[in-house]
């Protein structure tokens, strides 16, 4: 049964997917640290807002927008990843190869 999703889940995934677009246009080589970016932020935002929450996630939505139309940007050719960024990668990597 394919289950209908709202609204908001439905700009919060046309936010994610236009992310990961963005990523594609960046160098190769930079690629996978601006990867890492848009998944570090959207699981560590989604996970500190309540589903119920909706304004909260309506000023995470025009929050998100603003900063990816900055990464849009041609000029912009690197991001900076965290060693709390890299952790959480590792982290996630490491669960799951265990899980399997």
Known sequence: M????????KEVLALYRRALRMVRTKPASTQPKFLL???????TQASSVSPR???AIEHLLRRGRRQLEMYEQPSVRDCQVSQVMSDWEQNRRGSRTTSQ
Do not use: A, E, I, P
């Open 2 to 9: 394919l289950v209908r999703k709202s609204g908001l889940q």
């Open 37 to 43: 970016f848009v998944r570090y932020n959207f699981h």
């Open 53 to 55: 929450d909706v304004t």
